[in-house]
């Protein structure tokens, strides 16, 4: 799966979420410029990401994730 195909996955998720439609998130996006993404969002997020993608990430990676890319790239190495 390409970075694109997991941020589209990514954007789906959040904006469902958020119940916000304009939002569009790319490997640069921090939580801080979405509208709404607090952290209870972001753990709820990270929740969904998990069920989308049948992955479990450690407590750890999930607070130091700096940004999207950095979420999407924990995501791929997890599942090569």
């Known amino acids: 799966m390409t970075d694109q195909e997991i941020l589209t996955k990514f954007t789906r998720i959040l904006c469902d979420l958020l119940l916000d439609e304009s939002i569009v998130l790319t490997m640069e996006t921090q939580r801080e410029e979405v509208p709404n993404w ?3 969002n972001y753990i709820n997020f990270i929740v969904a990401v998990e069920i989308e993608f049948g992955v ?4 750890a990676d999930i607070e130091s994730f700096a940004n999207v890319g950095a979420i999407v790239t ?6 090569t």
Not at 74 to 79: G, H, P, R, T, V
């Open 38 to 40: 607090d952290s209870f």
């Open 56 to 59: 479990k990430f450690k407590v």
């Open 74 to 79: 924990e995501l791929k190495n997890m599942s």
